[in-house]
């Protein structure tokens, strides 16, 4: 069995108590404590995107970025320099082994947003978008700030301009998207008007299979075995 599929094994568990589409699931992965279900992280299927468990993890890890606003929020070039140090931490390994964490991506239209911008730039916004990775966590997930499902901490986005922040519309507008997970709609909003916001952090792929993810303990005690099997039969070979 190869190292990443060991890893998946010992790792996975499928999260099946929420409607998704099917054949979709958000799969428990890097338990904090071996064999445990204290996942530090979620693998979407169906994306093939991994969402941290935590999804106010700047909350309580900082990974040594400053600039906060209460309760883990912050500026966009805040929330932007802590995705940064967050792949440079452990010693440049990343967080959970993993070096790619970005904000959640959203298109920059969508034909199902109920409101359209054409000017100064496009954007879509309002109910009933589907195109972002947080608008798919709410529609095809049913995760809302009420039903967080498997994740922990969704936070209430009750101010005009709080919500959690999504990919980058415009450079030379400086605008950015939120997301209100409180009531699914999506808002562009300039960067230097987003007063301080939520970052749920979201990587591509499934993060346990990376090749700098650690070996669970589970994993070791098992190759460790196989290696003093090994050793018996060399022994009893040389007799």
């Given at each position: 069995m190869k190292r990443s599929h060991l890893i998946g094994t010992l790792s996975a568990v499928l999260f099946t108590s929420i409607t998704a589409p099917a054949n979709a699931a958000l799969i428990g992965i890097m338990p904090a404590t071996t064999g445990g279900t204290d996942y530090q992280a979620y693998y979407d299927d169906s994306a093939d995107i991994t969402w941290t468990a935590d999804a106010n993890l700047a909350a309580t890890e900082t990974f040594f970025a400053g600039g906060f606003g209460p309760g883990g929020t912050g500026t966009y070039s805040v929330m932007t320099s802590w995705i940064d140090a967050m792949n440079n931490a452990d010693g440049g390994t990343g967080y959970l082994g993993a070096t790619e964490w970005r904000f959640p991506f959203t298109p920059q239209t969508d034909t199902n947003c109920a409101s359209q911008i054409t000017s100064p730039y496009l954007a879509s916004y309002g109910a009933g978008c589907t195109g972002g990775e947080l608008a798919h966590l709410y529609n095809d997930y049913g995760i809302t700030t009420t039903n967080e499902g498997p994740f922990s901490n969704i936070e209430n986005d009750t101010e005009d301009t709080s919500g959690y922040y999504s990919s980058e519309i415009s450079d030379a507008y400086?605008?950015?998207?939120?997301?209100?997970?409180?009531?699914?709609?999506l808002y562009?909003?300039?960067?230097?008007?987003?007063?301080?916001?939520?970052?749920?952090?979201?990587?591509?792929?499934?993060?346990s299979l990376l090749s700098n993810v650690p070996i669970p303990a589970a994993a070791w005690l098992f190759g460790s075995g196989l290696l003093g099997l090994v050793g018996m039969a060399r022994r009893k070979k040389a007799a």
């Open positions: 400086n605008v950015s998207y939120i997301y209100r997970l409180g009531s699914g709609e562009p909003i300039t960067q230097t008007n987003a007063g301080f916001s939520y970052t749920w952090a979201v990587h591509d792929g499934d993060i």
